[in-house]
């Protein structure tokens, strides 16, 4: 199958024209007419993963983040972003990535099936997902659940609220949405939160949970299971997409 009918079929399910219009997804580097018969799906395009998809015979790669969406003034191959092009390139490979649009139409719900014998709960938000547990539970308690839920090495949270029912989950760096969020749930769960921005929830009278970037790493697996349903063609690879931090 060329590769052209995957982006075909995959925009069918998830649009390009959702993604926000300062993002970069979509087609990032490749020949559309390529034939492609083994697809690698990573969360990450990275030298890693590059060679990783080569070594396992894969023509194309589709990624959540975007390899270009950071401005470059030069692609110097002597630099990382200057290698990991000319790897591309020498390769043939393909690069597609699905970024905010994947955002807005699966990966929040992604996250929130996760979380076992918990209901979805109607809210008006592109990003945001809610969740209400069968029961409260001690903020402690919440937060070792999500650890698990999730396959985190560890959370970290504001602890200013004894329990737990209701949650709204945002994968990646969803902080900028923290005034959606207020009166709307007990607890916001989402990557990237700075020391002030949690102090920005308690002051507010939010909890908010640190769930790491990383952990959109779900959408590796869950992606490829959403092809799979609609008969492509092709051998579908997952990528390990290791997080870059270590922790202990």
Same mark, same amino acid.
């Given at each position: 199958?060329?590769?052209?009918?995957?982006?075909?079929?995959?925009?069918?399910?998830?649009?390009?024209?959702?993604?926000?219009?300062?993002?970069?997804?979509?087609?990032?580097?490749?020949?559309?007419?390529?034939?492609?018969?083994?697809?690698?799906?990573?969360?990450?395009?990275?030298?890693?993963?590059?060679?990783?998809?080569?070594?396992?015979?894969?023509?194309?790669?589709?990624?959540?983040?975007?390899?270009?969406?950071?401005?470059?003034?030069?692609?110097?191959?002597?630099?990382?972003?200057?290698?990991?092009?000319?790897?591309?390139?020498?390769?043939?490979?393909? #690069?597609?990535?699905?970024?905010?649009?994947?955002?807005?139409?699966?990966?929040?719900?992604?996250?929130?099936?996760?979380?076992?014998?918990?209901?979805?709960?109607?809210?008006?938000?592109?990003?945001?997902?809610?969740?209400?547990?069968?029961?409260?539970?001690?903020?402690?308690?919440?937060?070792?659940?999500?650890?698990?839920?999730?396959?985190?090495?560890?959370?970290?949270?504001?602890?200013?609220?004894?329990?737990?029912?209701?949650?709204?989950?945002?994968?990646?760096?969803?902080?900028?949405?923290?005034?959606?969020?207020?009166?709307?749930?007990?607890?916001?769960?989402?990557?990237?939160?700075?020391?002030?921005?949690?102090?920005?929830?308690?002051?507010?009278?939010?909890?908010?949970?640190? #769930?790491?970037?990383?952990?959109?790493? #779900?959408?590796?697996?869950?992606?490829?299971?959403?092809?799979?349903?609609?008969?492509?063609?092709?051998?579908?690879?997952?990528?390990?997409?290791?997080?870059?931090?270590?922790?202990?």
């Amino acid at each position: 199958m060329i590769a052209s009918k995957i982006i075909s079929e995959l925009e069918k399910l998830i649009p390009l024209s959702k993604q926000e219009s300062w993002d970069k997804g979509g087609l990032q580097i490749g020949d559309l007419n390529t034939e492609v018969k083994h697809l690698y799906i990573t969360l990450d395009i990275n030298l890693e993963s590059v060679q990783e998809a080569i070594s396992k015979g894969c023509e194309m790669i589709i990624s959540h983040h975007p390899m270009l969406l950071d401005s470059f003034d030069n692609y110097d191959f002597n630099e990382p972003m200057g290698q990991l092009i000319k790897m591309v390139v020498e390769n043939n490979l393909v #690069i597609y990535s699905a970024h905010t649009s994947l955002d807005q139409t699966y990966l929040n719900d992604w996250l929130l099936e996760c979380f076992e014998g918990v209901k979805k709960i109607p809210f008006e938000h592109p990003y945001l997902v809610k969740g209400e547990l069968q029961e409260s539970l001690s903020i402690d308690h919440f937060a070792k659940m999500t650890k698990e839920s999730l396959g985190l090495s560890y959370v970290k949270y504001t602890n200013n609220k004894e329990k737990i029912k209701s949650f709204i989950i945002c994968g990646g760096s969803g902080y900028d949405f923290i005034n959606d969020t207020l009166n709307q749930a007990d607890i916001f769960l989402t990557g990237d939160v700075k020391y002030h921005q949690a102090k920005y929830a308690i002051d507010h009278n939010i909890a908010i949970m640190d #769930i790491h970037h990383h952990s959109e790493v #779900i959408m590796v697996q869950k992606l490829k299971e959403l092809l799979v349903t609609i008969q492509l063609d092709i051998e579908i690879v997952t990528g390990q997409s290791k997080d870059y931090f270590t922790y202990l």
